[in-house]
């Protein structure tokens, strides 16, 4: 079982950066793919970025060149930073964990923490 915990939401102009971060629990972190996907109101849950066990990345257009995925196996915690963020990022934005690689089927998720940017 792993426990995910997303922080570092709020609000935030047009332009500006956030960075997320997802702590999570258990000692096979490190052998876990990584993921974040969002939500915006009215709208399915979508697939931003993925970071397999060996540190590759990948990115949905819509973020590719604005977000950087990254992890600490250390530290049991996923990193997402955000730049030249847009009032369509406005979203509420999700960690997960998936134990079988990056197939955008994640097994864990975290309970989601909001991100507004603000025009």
């Known amino acids: 079982q792993v426990q995910l915990v997303e922080s570092g939401g709020g609000l935030v102009q047009a332009g500006g950066s956030l960075r997320l971060s997802c702590a999570a629990s258990?000692?096979?972190?490190?052998?876990?793919?990584m993921g974040w996907f969002r939500q915006a109101p009215g709208k399915e849950r979508e697939f931003m970025t993925a970071i397999s066990w060996n540190g590759n990345t990948y990115y949905a257009d819509s973020v590719k060149g604005r977000f950087t995925i990254s992890r600490d196996n250390a530290k049991n915690t996923v990193y997402l930073q955000m730049n030249s963020l847009k009032p369509e990022d406005t979203a509420v934005y999700y960690c997960?964990?998936?134990?079988?690689?990056?197939?955008?089927?994640?097994?864990?998720w975290g309970q989601g923490t909001q991100v507004t940017v603000s025009s």
């Open positions: 997960a964990a998936d134990s079988r690689g990056v197939t955008g089927e994640p097994d864990y």
């Open positions: 258990g000692r096979t972190f490190s052998s876990y793919a």
